[in-house]
């Protein structure tokens, strides 16, 4: 009974590397999603994606990609990290009752 | 489109008292709105929604919202807190459907509840 399971929960990286943040639900939810988490601003929707097969941009996407490998996964990629990329993300799934990871801290040195 | 403005940023409150937390909403359209609950270095969990029907809606744990269409209201309120009800509150708003669409949510209130 894992629900969404987001890995890895902590992350230090340098400006300019690239990494993938994880992402896996098993409530067979056709929607999930990517949000970040700033002190003060709430959470704030990167990417989404409605089915399978599909993907669209929410309020912050730039510096982000993101890929749905199948009904269960839903992948985050930094490309090109910056320090304003530091932040707290979350992945959800299903958007009544969202269902919420327990995080990725990454901090962008 | 839509916007959620939680009204306070931090609310301090003493064991016991009753506390409220306010939201705002903005939408031109139907509404479906939302109470996330988020304890330290956790996800965030559902506290309580309103999706249709009675405008008074109740968690497990005592709290309740009150939907008001006309003010554009869906303030959190307790009538007598626990040092657990320390958390971040969010509150969340969602336009069209229940199977598709986006959540947008406020800045969060910080409750602290002391003994």
């Known amino acids: 009974n894992a629900g969404v399971t987001q890995t890895p929960k902590f992350q230090v990286l340098k400006t300019g590397q690239s990494m993938t943040l994880q992402c896996a639900q098993d409530?067979?939810?056709?929607?999930m999603y990517w949000y970040r988490q700033d002190p003060g601003m709430g959470l704030r929707l990167i990417y989404y994606s409605a089915s399978e097969g599909t993907t669209d941009k929410g309020e912050v996407p730039n510096g982000y990609n993101v890929s749905r490998l199948n009904k269960r996964e839903f992948s985050l990629r930094l490309e090109s990290a910056a320090p304003s990329q530091t932040s707290v993300y979350f992945c959800?799934?299903?958007?009544?009752?969202?269902?919420f990871g327990q995080g990725t801290r990454l901090t962008v040195v | 489109a839509q916007s959620v403005t939680q009204l306070d940023s931090q609310v301090p409150v003493f064991e016991e008292a009753p506390v409220e937390l306010r939201c705002n909403y903005s939408?031109?359209?139907?509404?479906?709105l939302f109470w996330y609950v988020q304890y330290p270095n956790q996800g965030l969990q559902l506290l309580l929604k309103?999706?249709?029907?009675?405008?008074l809606v109740e968690s497990i744990n005592g709290f309740e919202a009150e939907f008001n269409k006309s003010q554009t209201s869906f303030h959190l309120r307790k009538p007598s807190v626990h040092i657990s009800d320390t958390a971040e509150y969010f509150c969340a708003s969602l336009a069209g459907g229940t199977s598709y669409g986006k959540l947008t949510f406020g800045q969060g209130t910080i409750l602290t509840v002391h003994p």
């Open positions: 959800a799934s299903r958007v009544s009752e969202a269902f």
């Open positions: 309103y999706l249709s029907g009675s405008t």
């Open positions: 409530m067979n939810h056709n929607s």
């Open positions: 939408s031109s359209v139907s509404v479906y």
